[in-house]
T-cell receptor, first 113, second 113 residues
């Protein structure tokens, strides 16, 4: 596989569930990101990892917990989410951080009931 | 407060005509700008960028114009093709592109055959 792969593509969960989103990149990039896209809102940066270390946490609630075990994989662990957390969650990667061109995955569409 | 604004949620043009997508920004520190295109069920893909040292950048049918005094940039697509139908996101960064990207809400372009 090439590019940035996200699984699952669709997820429906209750507010008491625990689930995880997975992202994998095969581009040799050293930075990975989680973005949130809600309806009629700009893309919101959630987390940035550079060389497997978290370098940015954009005031994201603790019910979202990222994990970057290596430079190719990124997870977003979800726990006790709220209905307003329903959104498209996009993973991206790049060479370095900042505005280097981001390569995005197709996203995971999350619905919280 | 939105720092990157795309005030037109949608735009419809005829095939072969010019499409002009607009973007305004408020942060005078922004000096690097990008456009991304997003098809349904896919992640955003990089289209074209421009640095504040330039006022125009061209890549095939796509040209981005930057007016720093007006804090305005625009993406021109000539000629428009049905395959250009997508959501276009404007993004900006400061410090020569080393700061994180700030995205607009996007403009949905429909090119009618």
């Amino acid at each position: 596989e090439t590019g940035v792969t996200q699984t699952p593509r669709h997820l429906v969960m209750g507010m008491t569930n625990k689930k995880s989103l997975k992202c994998e990149q095969h581009l040799g990039h050293n930075a990975m990101y989680w973005y949130k896209q809600s309806a009629k809102k700009p893309l919101e940066l959630m987390f940035v990892y550079s060389l497997e270390e978290r370098v940015e946490n954009n005031s994201v609630p603790s019910r979202f917990s990222p994990e970057c075990p290596n430079s190719s994989h990124l997870f977003l662990h979800l726990h006790t989410l709220q209905p307003e957390d329903s959104a498209l969650y996009l993973c991206a990667s790049s060479h370095g951080t900042g505005a280097n061109v981001l390569t995005f995955g197709a996203g995971s569409r999350l619905t919280v009931l | 407060d939105q720092q990157v604004k795309q005030n037109s949620p949608s735009l419809s043009v005829q095939e072969g005509r010019i499409s002009i997508l607009n973007c305004d920004y408020t942060n005078s520190m922004f000096d690097y700008f990008l456009w991304y295109k997003k098809y349904p069920a896919e992640g955003p893909t990089f289209l074209i960028s421009i640095s504040s040292i330039k006022d125009k950048n061209e890549d095939g049918r796509f040209t981005v114009f930057l007016n720093k005094s007006a804090k305005h940039l625009s993406l021109h697509i000539v000629p428009s093709q049905p395959g250009d139908s997508a959501v276009y996101f404007c993004a900006a960064s400061a410090r020569g592109g080393s700061e994180k990207l700030v995205f607009g809400k996007g403009t949905k372009l429909t090119v009618n055959p």
